[in-house]
């Protein structure tokens, strides 16, 4: 059962445009919503994290929003540069399970 | 300071053969993570280290599979009798505490099996 959906598969954005990436969750009791950036051959790195008491946070050109009601939450890149091109996966975490969860990734073109 | 640490980067063997992957921590990280990077699967959890105890073995994904932790840092997961199926990325993360809300992880190490 999958329990962190996310969308798109892919994302072409121009240089300086805004990159969306949705997720939405079905257990309620994740508490801890990481995105992650993954560049080919090389891990995975935490980039930007949400608890569920806060609405939106932003760290730079990224800002996570988020809808408890909804069960999902968003990734936007500002100012989208070429750099920023790679996957990008939303996960989920609950204290209980330790284990994160992760969406399916989003793979993200930036155009020069 | 220096990231998690994965050994070997690459990893190439011959179906029926046990492979040795190896996962170095952040220092001072006492919780320990292993994750599968497959193109069907996408990420999955494997197993789960506090110390050099594994309260959470539920990703293992055959009796196959098998990890252990030494001195509370390094790790290594075990693949006994490797099938074509477990060509994939293993990744190797680490947190501070046992919460494991931030997980850093290593490079990974890719396994092909032939």
């Known amino acids: 059962q999958q329990q962190v959906k996310q969308s798109p598969q892919s994302l072409i954005v121009q240089k300086g445009g805004i990159s969306i990436i949705n997720c939405a969750y079905e257990?309620?009791?994740?508490?801890?919503f990481p995105w992650y950036q993954q560049f080919p051959g090389k891990g995975p790195a935490l980039l930007i994290a949400?608890?569920?008491?806060?609405s939106e946070k932003k760290e730079g050109r990224f800002t996570i929003s988020f809808n408890k009601s909804a069960k999902q939450f968003s990734l936007h890149i500002m100012d989208s540069q070429p750099g920023d091109s790679a996957t990008y996966f939303c996960a989920a975490i609950s204290g209980s399970a330790r284990q994160l969860t992760f969406g399916s990734g989003t793979q993200l073109t930036v155009l020069p | 300071g220096a990231g998690v640490s994965q050994s070997p980067s690459n990893k190439v063997t011959e179906k029926g053969k046990d492979v040795e992957l190896r996962c170095d921590p952040i220092s001072g990280h006492t919780a320990l993570y292993w994750y599968r990077q497959s193109l069907g699967q996408g990420l999955e959890f494997l197993i789960y280290f506090q110390g050099n105890s594994a309260p959470d073995k539920s990703g293992l994904p055959s009796d196959r599979f098998s990890a252990e932790r030494t001195g509370g840092s390094v790790s290594t997961l075990t693949i006994q009798r490797t099938q074509q199926e477990d060509s994939a990325v293993y990744l190797c993360a680490s947190s501070f505490t046992s919460g494991g809300y931030e997980q850093f992880f290593g490079p990974g190490t890719r396994l092909t099996v032939l």
């Open positions: 949400i608890r569920p008491d806060v």
């Open positions: 257990n309620t009791a994740f508490d801890y």
